[in-house]
């Protein structure tokens, strides 16, 4: 599933089942910034007619994520902390060299985006299997339906406006390299972290 070539250690759940608070706070910044790249793709590449339509899509229903994750906080009597730079979004983003042509651009975004919302789907499966909370655990199960149609979505804008070799030679050097980053995490209770 997902192509992933490292799945998550399942102790990370444990983690989380210790800091509901601290995982809730992270994971709306993952809407928020699923909503952001979303809005920024708009406007990095707005000739993209299909793709435009597709990302204004894509943020009416990741804000409605953000929103969902934010009246959890709300109705355990939290409220939502600060922002924590995401590791593993610092370091998944070093992998592509700068520059290049547009398209070459908005193909590496593309493909971060794709990753993002893979290795975000598989962590929100792992949510709903193993979380003793079972309220909880359908919240995830229901958000892992939702954000599995993303990571497709990006990958096959990737393969349409790009090479369609390139694209896939990329795409599965960008997931080797995840693997090597995940080997170091799963070790906190944050979404990627
Ligand atoms: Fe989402
Ligand atoms: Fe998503």
């Known amino acids: ?27 709306a910044y993952c809407e928020q910034k699923a909503t952001s790249t979303a809005i920024s793709l708009i406007v990095s590449f707005p000739e993209y007619t299909e793709l ?16 969902m994750v ?13 922002d924590r730079k995401d590791d593993y979004v610092i370091q998944l983003l070093t992998f592509f060299p700068k ?5 070459t651009q908005l193909v590496h975004r593309l493909l971060y985006a794709a990753l993002i919302e893979a290795r975000s789907c598989e962590r929100f499966r792992l949510l709903s299997e ?3 909370d079972k309220e909880l655990a359908e ?8 954000e599995a149609n993303h990571y497709t979505m990006f990958l096959g804008f990737a393969r349409q406006y790009g090479d369609r ?3 896939d030679i990329k795409w599965n050097e960008l997931l080797e390299f995840e693997a090597q980053i995940m080997k170091d995490l799963s070790k906190k209770e944050t979404i990627h972290g």
């Open 1 to 27: 599933m997902l192509g992933l070539k490292l799945p998550t250690d399942p102790r990370w759940v444990n983690i989380v089942e210790k800091n509901i608070e601290d995982i809730l706070t992270d994971h």
């Open 52 to 67: 435009v339509q597709e990302m204004v899509a894509l943020v009416k229903e990741e804000i409605s994520h953000f929103k």
């Open 70 to 82: 934010h009246d959890k906080i709300l109705e355990n009597g939290w409220l939502l902390g600060r």
């Open 99 to 103: 520059g290049g042509s547009r398209t």
């Open 130 to 132: 193993e979380l003793e």
């Open 139 to 146: 919240f995830y199960r229901k958000l892992m339906v939702s």
């Open 165 to 167: 070799k390139e694209v």
